[in-house]
């Protein structure tokens, strides 16, 4: 009976962990905005301990702040920091695809990226109409699938991180946007394609274009907040 206790209260925090991180990524929990357990416990019907424990693996996160005696706030990413994550991501995804791929390339293909595929098509489309709450969930879905395809799990985990990190502090300045369309990366699909053909320097060309959209959407940012 302790483990069973155990496991359903393991389940309920990962599941308002993950609630919480929606509420972030959509925008309805802003940077900056402060909460306590309590409050998010009465939110979601709950005791306090699950609660508390999943907003202290969500600060593990990088996404919130604890603050002594006054709970936790949803952490304030800056420009640099964005930055920071993109030069990150793309130093470990060059690492991951060098000389064809990585050590578990091989089974990046046929059957295995079938799956990662239709993410890719959902993701583009939802760039291209510019919807950006589908963009982000499918997103993340389809570079942690590709993640586990073409390299170990911890480095897929660290990635799915730097790609929550960047979305949470992208979310609020691109709802923003007048032309999000503009600013929003819909080379999912090209990826794909130039896995399947084993093509290293197009998967270098698709991933490059993907951090110079980021970068040049950064100094955007910069440049009107000057």
């Given at each position: 009976m302790p483990a069973s206790g155990a496991?359903?209260?393991?389940t309920l925090r990962q599941q308002i962990a993950d609630a919480l991180r929606d509420e972030v990524l959509a925008g309805r929990l802003q940077p900056g905005q402060e909460f306590t357990v309590k409050q998010i416990a009465?939110?979601?019907?709950v005791s306090a301990t699950p609660?508390?424990?999943?907003?202290?693996?969500?600060?593990?996160?990088?996404?919130?702040?604890?603050?002594?005696h006054r709970g936790y706030q949803v952490h304030r990413f800056s420009v640099e920091d964005f930055r920071g994550m993109i030069e990150a991501r793309s130093l470990i995804v060059d690492g991951i695809f060098r000389e064809g791929g990585g050590p578990r390339a091989h089974l990046a293909s046929g059957v295995a990226l079938v799956s990662v595929r239709r993410r890719a098509e959902e993701a583009a489309r939802a760039?291209?109409?510019?919807?950006?709450?589908?963009l982000?969930?499918?997103?993340?879905?389809?570079w942690r699938e590709l993640g586990t395809l073409v390299t170990n799990s911890y480095i897929a985990?660290?990635?799915?991180?730097?790609?929550?990190?960047?979305?949470?502090f992208a979310v609020p300045h691109l709802r923003a946007e007048p032309e999000l369309g503009e600013w929003l990366w819909s080379g999912h699909?090209?990826?794909?394609?130039?896995?399947?053909?084993?093509?290293?320097?197009?998967?270098h060309?698709?991933?490059?274009?993907?951090?110079?959209?980021?970068?040049k959407w950064a100094d955007r940012l910069e440049r009107q907040s000057a």
């Open positions: 496991v359903t209260r393991n009465e939110q979601y019907g609660v508390r424990e999943a907003l202290v693996d969500l600060a593990g996160q990088g996404l919130l702040d604890s603050n002594q760039a291209r109409c510019g919807e950006l709450n589908v982000i969930g499918y997103d993340l879905r389809f985990d660290f990635l799915h991180r730097l790609r929550v990190q960047s979305w949470v699909e090209e990826l794909v394609d130039a896995m399947t053909l084993g093509d290293a320097d197009a998967i060309a698709v991933i490059a274009s993907h951090d110079d959209l980021a970068l």
